[in-house]
């Protein structure tokens, strides 16, 4: 128990200050004037470094151990926050973006890094019986993504009162201490890796956890296609006059908006177990739900790109719809990926855990880089009706991904 409070503690540290960080560098550069495809472009590498990473992250963990992981984690997060203070805004919007990109894949790195470490680790150290294992991962990832709404929050405030490179400078001396505390602190209980695990263990020879990773591409790439340029940039059109009192005002509520949908994601993620009454449930028939939960899913921003259309994107009431609409969906998304972080536990063996759990996060990673290249397009292109629309069509690939997890899930089970 106490190594699971540690990595839980460090894993909140750490994506308090990826949120912030989010929003810091995504209003702060849409201040200065970048397109939608410019801010896109400031976190792909961002994507591509967790493609990369998750790829090879288990068989490091698998190789030096988790909790080595878990530490260069935090401390490359540490080293990307104090580059991103080195930013000149006299530079060229060429040069900035690069910069900025480089940075971001760095801190890609270190998220991903942490986040296979946190998810492997409860596989191990979880309990067995019952809905243990679920509760266990549900309250991790539902407490991680509602820390990291906070983090929306807090980098949007930071940004209107104490301007970005203060913000980003506090944020890393506040994570430098608590890499210090965890590396003194951290008790036993996380293996310490095997010299004789091979690269190659990494990809997967499990049909469910290879349908269940494709169906995670879509998933995430559904969500980041309007999360990521296209719903703050819509809202800083409709929140601010212009003004620079009404470009803090924006802030706040745009930071406000992405820190409530978040922690309702979190929120939902941490209750999926006893929703969908996990305990009575057997392996198999969780993994047949998800086939539903992701075909209502679909429904929310199909409903969604019919309103804009209809409204032509300019109507007093869509504001309102929106919020409440992409609130559904954090809801319905939430019940959805706890079911994906559960069952790639679950399909894992202890073994090479690692291993599969950093395959199927990249995954996510491919899934986020997709939908994050295709917000700013799709948005520059089309405005929010295309990355709604888009957004529908993903989780319709998801769903027909996760239906494909029945027949071998009862093998399983």
């Known amino acids: ?13 750490f994506m308090l200050t990826d949120g912030a960080l989010r929003m810091l560098v995504l209003l702060h550069f849409h201040t200065l004037g970048f397109s939608p495809v410019q801010l896109a472009y400031l976190f792909v590498l961002y994507e591509i470094a967790g493609v990369v990473t998750n790829l090879s992250a288990g068989w490091i963990a698998a190789r030096f151990g988790l909790a080595a992981t878990l530490y260069g984690g935090l401390a490359l997060q540490v080293v990307a926050l104090l580059l991103l203070t080195q930013l000149d805004p006299s530079w060229q919007i060429g040069a900035s973006v ?19 470490s946190s998810k492997s680790a409860v596989k191990l150290l979880a309990p067995t019986q019952g809905d243990g294992l679920f509760r266990w991962v549900a ?3 539902g407490s991680k993504n509602a820390i990291k709404g906070l983090g929306f929050l807090l980098g949007a405030g930071l940004l209107a009162t104490a301007g970005f490179t203060a913000s980003v400078l506090a944020m890393a ?3 430098a201490v608590i890499l210090g505390a965890v590396l003194v602190a951290m008790p036993k209980g996380l293996p310490v890796g095997r010299r004789g695990a091979k690269f190659s263990e990494v990809f997967s020879k499990s049909r469910s956890i290879n349908w269940l990773s494709a169906a995670r591409v879509f998933l995430f790439g559904a969500r980041d296609i309007w999360f990521v340029v296209g719903i703050p940039v819509y809202f800083y059109a409709v929140f601010s006059d212009g003004s620079e009192a009404g470009n803090r005002s924006a802030f706040f509520l745009i930071g406000s908006f992405m820190a409530l949908w978040t922690i309702l994601y979190g929120g939902v993620q941490a209750s999926s177990p006893r929703l969908l009454r996990a305990a009575q449930r057997s392996q198999a028939e969780l993994a047949a739900s998800a086939r539903n939960w992701a075909a209502a899913l679909a429904l929310i921003p199909a ?10 994107g300019t109507a007093p009431w869509l504001t309102g719809v929106l919020i409440l609409g992409l609130l559904a969906f954090g809801a319905v998304f939430a019940v959805n990926s706890a079911l994906h972080s559960y069952l790639i536990l679950a399909f894992s063996k202890a073994e090479r855990v690692s291993m599969d759990v950093g395959f199927y996060y990249t995954a996510n990673a491919a899934g986020r880089l997709i939908g994050t290249v295709l917000s700013g397009a799709m948005y520059q292109m089309g405005g929010l009706v295309a990355c709604l629309g888009a957004a529908a069509a993903m989780v319709v690939c998801s769903t027909l991904a996760v239906a494909q997890l029945r027949d071998e899930a009862s093998v399983s089970a």
């Open 1 to 13: 128990m106490a190594a699971y409070v540690a990595v839980t503690a460090s894993y909140w540290a």
């Open 98 to 116: 690069s910069f900025v990109m480089l940075v971001q894949g760095l801190s890609g790195v270190a998220k991903d890094l942490a986040k296979m």
């Open 139 to 141: 309250a991790l990832t």
């Open 173 to 175: 001396l506040i994570l």
């Open 303 to 312: 409903v969604l790109t019919g309103a804009v259309a209809l409204s032509g």
